[in-house]
Protein backbone atom coordinates (compact mmCIF):
# COMPACT_ATOMS: atom_id res chain seq x y z
CA UNK A 1 0.00 0.00 0.00
CA UNK A 2 1.48 3.62 -0.91
CA UNK A 3 2.11 5.88 2.32
CA UNK A 4 0.80 9.28 1.84
CA UNK A 5 2.37 11.84 3.66
CA UNK A 6 -0.10 15.06 4.75
CA UNK A 7 3.02 17.67 3.28
CA UNK A 8 2.79 15.78 0.02
CA UNK A 9 -0.09 17.56 -0.65
CA UNK A 10 -0.75 19.98 -3.20
CA UNK A 11 -0.35 23.38 -1.64
CA UNK A 12 -3.19 24.43 -3.48
CA UNK A 13 -5.35 21.79 -1.79
CA UNK A 14 -3.61 23.10 1.88
CA UNK A 15 -6.92 24.65 3.64
CA UNK A 16 -6.63 28.04 4.37
CA UNK A 17 -6.42 28.82 8.05
CA UNK A 18 -9.61 30.70 8.20
CA UNK A 19 -11.46 28.23 7.23
CA UNK A 20 -10.35 26.15 10.02
CA UNK A 21 -11.42 28.31 12.27
CA UNK A 22 -14.61 28.51 10.81
CA UNK A 23 -14.86 24.94 11.14
CA UNK A 24 -14.26 24.82 14.82
CA UNK A 25 -16.73 27.38 15.67
CA UNK A 26 -19.08 24.01 14.66
CA UNK A 27 -19.11 25.01 10.94
CA UNK A 28 -22.71 23.13 9.91
CA UNK A 29 -21.88 20.18 7.36
CA UNK A 30 -25.35 20.20 6.04
CA UNK A 31 -24.45 23.07 4.30
CA UNK A 32 -21.47 21.34 2.57
CA UNK A 33 -22.22 20.26 -1.09
CA UNK A 34 -20.11 18.05 -3.16
CA UNK A 35 -16.87 19.83 -4.64
CA UNK A 36 -16.01 18.99 -8.11
CA UNK A 37 -13.47 16.74 -7.28
CA UNK A 38 -16.22 14.28 -6.32
CA UNK A 39 -16.72 12.07 -9.60
CA UNK A 40 -20.50 11.34 -10.64
CA UNK A 41 -20.69 7.49 -9.91
CA UNK A 42 -22.97 5.63 -12.05
CA UNK A 43 -23.38 2.57 -8.93
CA UNK A 44 -22.98 1.94 -5.47
CA UNK A 45 -19.81 0.04 -6.44
CA UNK A 46 -18.11 2.73 -8.27
CA UNK A 47 -18.58 5.48 -5.37
CA UNK A 48 -17.63 2.78 -2.75
CA UNK A 49 -14.34 2.33 -5.02
CA UNK A 50 -13.58 6.04 -5.14
CA UNK A 51 -14.06 6.08 -1.27
CA UNK A 52 -12.15 3.17 -0.83
CA UNK A 53 -8.92 4.71 -3.18
CA UNK A 54 -9.24 8.08 -2.00
CA UNK A 55 -6.01 8.92 -0.54
CA UNK A 56 -7.27 11.15 2.04
CA UNK A 57 -8.37 8.07 3.95
CA UNK A 58 -5.09 6.68 3.60
CA UNK A 59 -3.39 9.94 5.26
CA UNK A 60 -5.56 9.53 8.18
CA UNK A 61 -4.14 5.79 8.71
CA UNK A 62 -1.17 6.83 8.68
CA UNK A 63 -1.47 10.53 10.52
CA UNK A 64 0.64 10.45 13.64
CA UNK A 65 -0.93 13.65 15.60
CA UNK A 66 -3.69 15.87 15.37
CA UNK A 67 -2.51 18.79 13.60
CA UNK A 68 -2.60 16.43 10.74
CA UNK A 69 -5.65 15.19 11.51
CA UNK A 70 -7.23 18.69 11.30
CA UNK A 71 -5.70 18.87 7.69
CA UNK A 72 -7.10 15.91 6.17
CA UNK A 73 -10.29 16.46 7.85
CA UNK A 74 -10.22 19.90 6.27
CA UNK A 75 -9.93 17.97 2.99
CA UNK A 76 -12.83 15.61 3.59
CA UNK A 77 -15.07 18.83 3.80
CA UNK A 78 -14.10 20.51 0.76
CA UNK A 79 -14.10 17.50 -1.44
CA UNK A 80 -17.24 16.30 0.26
CA UNK A 81 -15.57 13.14 1.20
CA UNK A 82 -16.92 13.57 4.47
CA UNK A 83 -20.29 13.20 3.65
CA UNK A 84 -20.06 9.26 2.71
CA UNK A 85 -20.62 7.44 6.04
CA UNK A 86 -17.83 4.70 5.79
CA UNK A 87 -15.21 7.86 5.46
CA UNK A 88 -16.93 9.92 8.05
CA UNK A 89 -16.58 7.32 10.29
CA UNK A 90 -12.95 6.54 9.91
CA UNK A 91 -12.29 10.10 10.45
CA UNK A 92 -14.74 9.59 14.23
CA UNK A 93 -12.74 6.79 14.81
CA UNK A 94 -9.20 8.35 14.89
CA UNK A 95 -10.31 11.22 16.82
CA UNK A 96 -12.22 8.95 19.70
CA UNK A 97 -10.38 6.18 19.67
CA UNK A 98 -6.19 6.79 18.96
CA UNK A 99 -3.99 8.30 21.31
CA UNK A 100 -4.32 11.57 19.47
CA UNK A 101 -7.89 11.68 20.42
CA UNK A 102 -10.05 14.67 21.13
CA UNK A 103 -13.18 13.64 22.54
CA UNK A 104 -14.60 17.15 22.65
CA UNK A 105 -13.66 17.84 19.15
CA UNK A 106 -14.64 14.53 18.23
CA UNK A 107 -18.62 15.21 19.42
CA UNK A 108 -18.68 18.44 17.57
CA UNK A 109 -17.72 16.48 14.22
CA UNK A 110 -20.61 13.98 15.34
CA UNK A 111 -23.20 16.85 16.04
CA UNK A 112 -22.53 18.40 12.32
CA UNK A 113 -22.31 14.80 10.53
CA UNK A 114 -25.76 15.11 8.38
CA UNK A 115 -26.51 11.72 9.08
CA UNK A 116 -24.25 9.78 11.15
CA UNK A 117 -23.65 6.22 11.50
CA UNK A 118 -24.33 3.55 14.49
CA UNK A 119 -20.73 3.16 13.89
CA UNK A 120 -19.90 6.45 14.29
CA UNK A 121 -22.14 7.01 17.17
CA UNK A 122 -20.33 3.44 18.78
CA UNK A 123 -16.81 4.70 18.05
CA UNK A 124 -17.55 8.37 20.33
CA UNK A 125 -19.23 6.13 22.67
CA UNK A 126 -16.12 3.91 23.25
CA UNK A 127 -14.39 6.68 23.75
CA UNK A 128 -15.92 8.08 26.15
CA UNK A 129 -16.20 4.81 28.14
CA UNK A 130 -12.56 3.99 27.94
CA UNK A 131 -11.51 8.28 28.88
CA UNK A 132 -11.53 9.46 32.32
CA UNK A 133 -15.17 10.46 32.00
CA UNK A 134 -16.93 7.56 30.94
CA UNK A 135 -20.08 9.08 31.73
CA UNK A 136 -20.47 11.23 29.23
CA UNK A 137 -21.40 7.95 27.01
CA UNK A 138 -24.54 7.85 28.87
CA UNK A 139 -24.97 11.33 27.91
CA UNK A 140 -24.20 9.95 23.95
CA UNK A 141 -26.64 7.02 24.38
CA UNK A 142 -29.24 9.02 25.56
CA UNK A 143 -29.47 11.53 22.33
CA UNK A 144 -28.85 8.43 20.49
CA UNK A 145 -32.10 7.08 21.40
CA UNK A 146 -33.69 10.24 19.78
CA UNK A 147 -32.48 9.91 16.73
CA UNK A 148 -34.66 8.43 14.24
CA UNK A 149 -32.01 7.37 11.68
CA UNK A 150 -30.07 5.47 13.96
CA UNK A 151 -30.40 3.48 16.41
CA UNK A 152 -27.91 1.43 18.69
CA UNK A 153 -26.97 -2.36 17.68
CA UNK A 154 -25.05 -4.56 20.05
CA UNK A 155 -21.86 -3.33 19.90
CA UNK A 156 -23.45 0.34 21.91
CA UNK A 157 -24.87 -1.80 24.89
CA UNK A 158 -21.71 -3.73 25.15
CA UNK A 159 -19.82 -0.61 25.78
CA UNK A 160 -22.79 1.02 28.15
CA UNK A 161 -22.68 -1.93 30.46
CA UNK A 162 -18.84 -1.35 31.17
CA UNK A 163 -19.91 2.32 32.25
CA UNK A 164 -22.39 1.07 34.53
CA UNK A 165 -19.98 -1.89 36.35
CA UNK A 166 -17.11 0.14 36.20
CA UNK A 167 -19.12 3.45 37.99
CA UNK A 168 -21.53 1.08 39.68
CA UNK A 169 -24.58 2.27 38.05
CA UNK A 170 -27.74 0.25 39.15
CA UNK A 171 -30.25 1.84 37.82
CA UNK A 172 -28.49 2.55 34.50
CA UNK A 173 -27.66 -0.54 34.05
CA UNK A 174 -31.18 -2.47 34.82
CA UNK A 175 -32.29 0.28 32.51
CA UNK A 176 -29.63 -0.23 29.55
CA UNK A 177 -30.49 -3.60 30.28
CA UNK A 178 -34.28 -3.40 29.35
CA UNK A 179 -33.39 -2.31 26.33
CA UNK A 180 -31.49 -5.37 25.57
CA UNK A 181 -33.87 -7.75 26.21
CA UNK A 182 -36.63 -5.97 24.51
CA UNK A 183 -34.16 -5.81 21.25
CA UNK A 184 -33.12 -8.99 21.77
CA UNK A 185 -29.85 -8.54 21.69
CA UNK A 186 -29.22 -10.95 24.68
CA UNK A 187 -28.52 -13.93 22.40
CA UNK A 188 -25.23 -12.44 21.48
CA UNK A 189 -22.69 -14.00 23.19
CA UNK A 190 -20.64 -10.79 23.53
CA UNK A 191 -23.40 -9.09 25.30
CA UNK A 192 -24.65 -11.40 27.42
CA UNK A 193 -20.96 -11.62 28.91
CA UNK A 194 -21.58 -7.76 29.10
CA UNK A 195 -24.49 -8.44 31.23
CA UNK A 196 -23.40 -10.52 33.30
CA UNK A 197 -20.05 -8.93 34.51
CA UNK A 198 -22.33 -6.03 34.97
CA UNK A 199 -24.75 -7.44 37.18
CA UNK A 200 -21.87 -8.61 39.14
CA UNK A 201 -19.74 -5.69 39.42
CA UNK A 202 -23.17 -3.73 40.94
CA UNK A 203 -23.75 -6.91 43.16
CA UNK A 204 -26.57 -8.35 41.93
CA UNK A 205 -25.10 -11.82 42.35
CA UNK A 206 -28.47 -13.26 42.46
CA UNK A 207 -29.94 -11.94 39.26
CA UNK A 208 -26.38 -12.33 37.74
CA UNK A 209 -26.54 -16.35 38.20
CA UNK A 210 -29.97 -16.57 37.26
CA UNK A 211 -29.46 -14.61 33.67
CA UNK A 212 -26.33 -16.88 33.55
CA UNK A 213 -28.51 -19.96 34.41
CA UNK A 214 -31.39 -19.01 32.01
CA UNK A 215 -28.81 -18.11 29.31
CA UNK A 216 -29.03 -19.67 26.24
CA UNK A 217 -25.45 -19.02 25.12
CA UNK A 218 -22.40 -19.12 27.05
CA UNK A 219 -18.71 -19.48 26.86
CA UNK A 220 -15.50 -19.44 29.70
CA UNK A 221 -15.97 -15.89 30.13
CA UNK A 222 -19.22 -16.20 31.71
CA UNK A 223 -18.45 -18.77 33.86
CA UNK A 224 -15.18 -16.54 34.99
CA UNK A 225 -17.20 -13.68 35.85
CA UNK A 226 -19.42 -15.60 37.31
CA UNK A 227 -16.90 -17.23 39.83
CA UNK A 228 -14.86 -13.99 40.15
CA UNK A 229 -17.64 -11.77 40.60
CA UNK A 230 -18.23 -14.53 43.94
CA UNK A 231 -14.98 -14.25 45.06
CA UNK A 232 -14.45 -10.24 44.86
CA UNK A 233 -18.06 -10.46 47.31
CA UNK A 234 -16.10 -12.89 49.78
CA UNK A 235 -18.59 -15.96 49.15
CA UNK A 236 -16.01 -18.63 48.19
CA UNK A 237 -18.36 -21.49 48.70
CA UNK A 238 -20.78 -19.90 46.06
CA UNK A 239 -17.66 -19.24 43.56
CA UNK A 240 -16.56 -23.18 44.48
CA UNK A 241 -19.98 -24.52 43.82
CA UNK A 242 -20.14 -23.01 40.30
CA UNK A 243 -16.55 -24.24 39.55
CA UNK A 244 -17.34 -27.88 40.07
CA UNK A 245 -20.28 -27.52 37.99
CA UNK A 246 -18.22 -26.09 35.56
CA UNK A 247 -16.35 -28.96 35.30
CA UNK A 248 -19.05 -31.38 35.35
CA UNK A 249 -20.03 -29.66 32.30
CA UNK A 250 -16.66 -30.56 30.97
CA UNK A 251 -15.85 -26.56 30.31
CA UNK A 252 -11.71 -26.53 30.66
CA UNK A 253 -10.64 -23.89 32.92
CA UNK A 254 -8.28 -20.94 32.23
CA UNK A 255 -5.71 -19.04 34.34
CA UNK A 256 -8.48 -16.34 35.04
CA UNK A 257 -10.83 -19.38 36.42
CA UNK A 258 -7.81 -20.63 38.55
CA UNK A 259 -7.03 -17.32 39.81
CA UNK A 260 -10.86 -17.16 41.05
CA UNK A 261 -10.51 -20.48 42.57
CA UNK A 262 -7.38 -19.92 44.70
CA UNK A 263 -8.75 -17.07 45.97
CA UNK A 264 -11.70 -18.79 46.98
CA UNK A 265 -9.27 -21.65 48.72
CA UNK A 266 -7.90 -18.46 50.69
CA UNK A 267 -11.00 -17.19 51.79
CA UNK A 268 -11.85 -20.91 53.01
CA UNK A 269 -8.54 -20.89 54.78
CA UNK A 270 -8.43 -24.57 53.37
CA UNK A 271 -5.24 -25.69 52.39
CA UNK A 272 -5.80 -29.12 51.63
CA UNK A 273 -8.42 -27.75 48.92
CA UNK A 274 -5.82 -25.05 47.58
CA UNK A 275 -3.08 -27.84 47.51
CA UNK A 276 -5.49 -29.86 45.50
CA UNK A 277 -6.08 -26.76 43.20
CA UNK A 278 -2.08 -26.00 42.71
CA UNK A 279 -1.49 -29.89 41.95
CA UNK A 280 -4.53 -29.24 38.60
CA UNK A 281 -3.34 -26.19 37.20
CA UNK A 282 0.52 -28.15 37.39
CA UNK A 283 -0.94 -31.05 35.77
CA UNK A 284 -3.44 -29.13 33.62
CA UNK A 285 -0.41 -27.40 31.84
CA UNK A 286 -1.98 -24.03 32.29
CA UNK A 287 -0.10 -20.93 31.84
CA UNK A 288 1.35 -19.86 35.12
CA UNK A 289 0.82 -15.95 34.83
CA UNK A 290 2.38 -13.30 37.54
CA UNK A 291 -1.38 -13.28 38.55
CA UNK A 292 -1.81 -16.65 39.22
CA UNK A 293 1.06 -17.40 41.00
CA UNK A 294 0.62 -14.57 43.40
CA UNK A 295 -2.61 -15.88 44.14
CA UNK A 296 -0.68 -19.45 44.74
CA UNK A 297 1.53 -17.92 47.29
CA UNK A 298 -1.00 -15.50 48.85
CA UNK A 299 -3.73 -18.52 49.35
CA UNK A 300 -0.57 -20.69 50.80
CA UNK A 301 0.33 -17.39 53.39
CA UNK A 302 -3.33 -17.33 54.29
CA UNK A 303 -4.01 -21.00 55.11
CA UNK A 304 -0.63 -20.92 57.49
CA UNK A 305 1.60 -22.47 55.15
CA UNK A 306 4.73 -20.03 54.67
CA UNK A 307 7.10 -22.46 54.00
CA UNK A 308 5.25 -23.09 51.04
CA UNK A 309 4.24 -19.82 50.08
CA UNK A 310 8.13 -19.33 50.23
CA UNK A 311 8.75 -21.94 47.86
CA UNK A 312 5.97 -20.54 45.27
CA UNK A 313 8.06 -16.70 45.91
CA UNK A 314 11.28 -18.30 45.26
CA UNK A 315 10.81 -19.73 42.46
CA UNK A 316 8.61 -16.85 40.50
CA UNK A 317 11.20 -15.55 37.66
CA UNK A 318 9.89 -12.09 38.09
CA UNK A 319 9.08 -10.85 41.72
CA UNK A 320 5.88 -7.73 41.61
CA UNK A 321 5.23 -5.71 44.55
CA UNK A 322 2.16 -8.14 45.16
CA UNK A 323 4.49 -10.64 45.71
CA UNK A 324 6.81 -9.01 48.02
CA UNK A 325 4.35 -7.67 50.26
CA UNK A 326 2.18 -10.90 50.20
CA UNK A 327 5.32 -12.42 52.26
CA UNK A 328 5.68 -9.22 53.94
CA UNK A 329 2.54 -9.87 55.55
CA UNK A 330 2.53 -13.16 55.59
CA UNK A 331 5.16 -13.19 57.72
CA UNK A 332 4.38 -10.78 60.39
CA UNK A 333 0.95 -11.92 60.52
CA UNK A 334 2.40 -15.05 62.16
CA UNK A 335 5.10 -13.10 64.59
CA UNK A 336 8.45 -13.08 62.27
CA UNK A 337 8.22 -9.36 62.28
CA UNK A 338 12.53 -10.20 61.40
CA UNK A 339 11.61 -11.62 58.44
CA UNK A 340 9.14 -9.64 57.17
CA UNK A 341 11.48 -6.62 57.70
CA UNK A 342 14.31 -8.27 55.58
CA UNK A 343 12.32 -8.86 53.06
CA UNK A 344 11.32 -5.27 53.21
CA UNK A 345 14.88 -4.29 53.11
CA UNK A 346 15.70 -6.65 50.18
CA UNK A 347 12.45 -5.19 48.17
CA UNK A 348 14.13 -3.54 44.93
CA UNK A 349 11.64 -1.32 44.38
CA UNK A 350 9.16 0.47 47.48
CA UNK A 351 6.05 1.54 46.85
CA UNK A 352 3.33 2.91 49.18
CA UNK A 353 1.63 -0.47 49.30
CA UNK A 354 5.20 -2.03 50.27
CA UNK A 355 5.60 0.53 52.52
CA UNK A 356 2.10 0.29 54.34
CA UNK A 357 2.25 -3.78 54.56
CA UNK A 358 5.58 -3.22 56.93
CA UNK A 359 4.30 -0.33 58.93
CA UNK A 360 0.60 -1.98 59.45
CA UNK A 361 2.69 -5.23 60.23
CA UNK A 362 4.33 -3.22 63.42
CA UNK A 363 1.46 -1.60 64.19
CA UNK A 364 -0.33 -4.74 64.80
CA UNK A 365 2.68 -6.55 66.68
CA UNK A 366 2.19 -3.33 69.08
CA UNK A 367 5.23 -2.20 68.03
CA UNK A 368 3.81 1.61 67.65
CA UNK A 369 7.31 4.05 68.15
CA UNK A 370 8.70 1.44 65.78
CA UNK A 371 5.89 1.86 63.15
CA UNK A 372 6.43 6.09 63.57
CA UNK A 373 9.92 5.16 63.35
CA UNK A 374 9.19 3.58 59.76
CA UNK A 375 6.85 6.13 59.10
CA UNK A 376 9.58 8.82 59.54
CA UNK A 377 11.22 6.60 56.82
CA UNK A 378 9.29 6.49 54.81
CA UNK A 379 9.10 10.17 54.84
CA UNK A 380 12.62 10.76 54.35
CA UNK A 381 12.44 8.48 51.19
CA UNK A 382 10.10 10.81 49.51
CA UNK A 383 7.21 8.18 49.63
CA UNK A 384 3.75 10.20 49.63
CA UNK A 385 1.75 8.83 52.27
CA UNK A 386 -2.23 7.71 51.46
CA UNK A 387 -5.26 6.92 53.09
CA UNK A 388 -4.00 3.72 54.72
CA UNK A 389 -0.37 4.79 55.90
CA UNK A 390 -2.38 7.35 57.59
CA UNK A 391 -4.99 4.88 59.34
CA UNK A 392 -2.05 3.11 60.33
CA UNK A 393 -0.30 6.11 62.11
CA UNK A 394 -3.86 6.92 64.00
CA UNK A 395 -3.71 3.41 65.49
CA UNK A 396 0.03 3.73 66.60
CA UNK A 397 -0.74 6.80 67.93
CA UNK A 398 -3.73 5.28 69.92
CA UNK A 399 -1.67 2.68 71.45
CA UNK A 400 1.22 5.13 72.30
CA UNK A 401 -1.54 7.64 73.62
CA UNK A 402 0.53 10.29 71.93
CA UNK A 403 -2.24 13.00 71.77
CA UNK A 404 0.23 15.83 70.01
CA UNK A 405 1.39 12.96 67.14
CA UNK A 406 -2.35 12.02 66.68
CA UNK A 407 -3.34 16.02 66.09
CA UNK A 408 -0.21 16.20 64.39
CA UNK A 409 -1.24 12.95 61.83
CA UNK A 410 -5.17 14.64 62.02
CA UNK A 411 -3.74 17.56 60.74
CA UNK A 412 -1.63 16.00 57.81
CA UNK A 413 -4.65 14.46 56.67
CA UNK A 414 -6.39 17.61 56.70
CA UNK A 415 -4.16 19.12 54.56
CA UNK A 416 -3.97 16.45 52.19
CA UNK A 417 -7.83 16.03 51.83
CA UNK A 418 -7.41 12.52 53.28
CA UNK A 419 -11.06 11.23 54.51
CA UNK A 420 -10.39 8.63 57.53
CA UNK A 421 -13.71 9.18 59.80
CA UNK A 422 -13.99 5.78 60.21
CA UNK A 423 -10.43 5.41 62.32
CA UNK A 424 -10.93 8.05 64.75
CA UNK A 425 -13.15 5.42 67.03
CA UNK A 426 -9.84 4.20 67.38
CA UNK A 427 -7.34 6.68 67.03
CA UNK A 428 -9.25 8.05 70.62
CA UNK A 429 -9.10 4.64 72.50
CA UNK A 430 -6.12 5.68 73.77
CA UNK A 431 -6.54 9.18 75.79
CA UNK A 432 -7.00 10.97 78.85
CA UNK A 433 -11.25 12.05 78.65
CA UNK A 434 -10.34 15.54 80.02
CA UNK A 435 -7.75 16.32 77.79
CA UNK A 436 -9.15 15.29 74.84
CA UNK A 437 -12.26 16.79 74.82
CA UNK A 438 -11.85 20.32 72.80
CA UNK A 439 -9.96 17.95 70.26
CA UNK A 440 -12.20 15.02 69.52
CA UNK A 441 -14.92 18.27 69.38
CA UNK A 442 -12.63 19.32 66.97
CA UNK A 443 -12.41 16.29 64.82
CA UNK A 444 -15.71 15.42 64.53
CA UNK A 445 -17.16 18.68 63.64
CA UNK A 446 -14.57 18.37 60.60
CA UNK A 447 -16.26 15.34 59.60
CA UNK A 448 -19.84 16.88 60.42
CA UNK A 449 -20.86 15.43 63.24
CA UNK A 450 -20.63 17.52 65.82
CA UNK A 451 -20.61 17.94 69.31
CA UNK A 452 -23.36 15.02 69.86
CA UNK A 453 -20.92 11.95 68.73
CA UNK A 454 -18.10 14.09 70.91
CA UNK A 455 -20.05 13.45 73.99
CA UNK A 456 -21.12 9.28 72.87
CA UNK A 457 -17.86 8.97 72.17
CA UNK A 458 -16.60 9.89 75.74
CA UNK A 459 -18.93 8.23 77.46
CA UNK A 460 -18.04 4.73 75.69
CA UNK A 461 -14.47 5.23 76.19
CA UNK A 462 -13.09 4.79 79.54
CA UNK A 463 -9.55 6.25 78.65
CA UNK A 464 -6.78 5.28 81.65
CA UNK A 465 -3.99 6.17 79.72
CA UNK A 466 -1.68 9.65 80.64
CA UNK A 467 -1.40 11.38 76.71
CA UNK A 468 1.70 10.83 75.17
CA UNK A 469 3.82 13.09 73.92
CA UNK A 470 4.80 14.15 70.37
CA UNK A 471 7.58 12.02 69.08
CA UNK A 472 10.60 14.49 67.33
CA UNK A 473 10.79 11.71 64.84
CA UNK A 474 7.89 12.80 62.80
CA UNK A 475 8.49 15.15 59.98
CA UNK A 476 7.12 18.50 60.28
CA UNK A 477 5.92 18.60 56.52
Same mark, same amino acid.
Request: some cysteine; charged content about 20%; overall charge neutral.
Given at each position: ?300 ? +?? *?? !? ?5 ? %??? /??? $?? &? =?? @? ?7 ? +?? *?? !? ?5 ? %??? /??? $?? &? =?? @? ?18 ? %??? /? ?99
Amino acid at each position: MTVYNVTKVRSHQLIPKPLLNLFFSRLSLHSLSLSTHKPNPTSWNATRTYVLSNPLLSLLENCKSFSQFKQIQAQMILTGLILDGFASSRLISFCALTESRNLDYCIIILNNLQNPNVFSWNAVIRGCVESEYPQKGLVLYKRMLTRADCRPDNYTYSFLFKVCANLVLSYMGFEILGQVLKMGFDKDMYLFNGIIHMLVSIGELGLAHKVFDDGCVRDLVSWNSLINGYVRRRQAREAMGIYQKMITEQVKPDEVTMIGVVSACAQLESLELGRETHRYIEESGLNLKISLVNALMDMYV +KC *GD !LEAGKVV %FDN /MRK $KT &V =VS @WTTMIVGHA +KN *GL !LDMAWKL %FHD /MPE $KN &V =VA @WNAIIGSYVQANLSLEALEL %FRE /MQLSNMKPDKVTMLHCLSACSQLGALDTGIWTHNYIKKHNLSLDVALDDFLSGFQAQTQWHFLHQIHLSFGTGTTISHRMLQLHCLLNPFGHALPLISQE
